[in-house]
């Protein structure tokens, strides 16, 4: 995994078969395709999560690899995630969106 920001990472696989060599490779998050190297925002996703990583060999062996992961958040970044939404016009109601903001 390579980190963007605190809450933005990407997922990058290193596969190798020296015998018969990798004919296909998938990831999943959350069983929802992947495409490798996109960035995976996490903000505001609170919860477990899962990763599912299959490859397959030419010789049609194939290795299965999930990894689960959870995501916390704090009040500060709440707080920025908040503020976030907000500069990025997420908040569609100004009252709901000054009343957040004069929270922060």
Known sequence: MRR?????????????????????????????????????DWAGKLGPHWIHVTVTDIAGNKTEVQFNLVVETSIQSVIQLVKRYAAEG???????????????
């Open 90 to 104: 997420q908040i569609h109601n100004p009252a709901l969106q000054q009343l957040l903001i004069s929270q922060c």
């Open 4 to 40: 963007k920001t605190r809450n933005t990472y990407s997922i990058t696989l290193q596969k190798l078969d020296r015998l018969s060599g990798v004919a296909s490779s998938s990831i999943t998050v959350d069983g929802n395709p992947y495409t490798e190297g996109a960035w995976l």
